[in-house]
């Protein structure tokens, strides 16, 4: 049992980690307001954000967040700058996730 626990703790690391990591370089310089403009004009075509809180979530960590934004941005030929990505991935992350 209690090894099962640690197994499980290992396996959970890199993605805690990783979202430590982008909190603390991204979260100061990010503009949430420019994030929620960016979203709204270019996503919510698709999905209400609904989307972002429904039971069957497919993300649930900051990176994973990003790699949809930037997946979607690309997806929809936006060619975002970083601070962009940033921006949008930073206003959903605090507002659904
Ligand atoms: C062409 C329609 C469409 C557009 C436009 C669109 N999306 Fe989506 N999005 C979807 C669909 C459908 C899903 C759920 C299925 C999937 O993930 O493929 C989804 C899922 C997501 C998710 C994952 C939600 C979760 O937690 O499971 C994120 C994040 C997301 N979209 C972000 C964006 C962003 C950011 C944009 C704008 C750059 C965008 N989407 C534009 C259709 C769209």
Redesign the pocket.
Known sequence: MSIKVIKGRHYMLPAILYDLLMNWVWADSADLERGRLL?EN??L???DSQ??I?NN???HTLGG?SR??IR??E??K?TWRASEIND?TQY?YRTFY
Do not use: D, T
């Open positions: 979203y270019h996503c075509i698709c999905h989307v972002h429904r979530q497919k993300v967040v949809e934004v979607w941005s997806e929809l936006l949008v959903l």
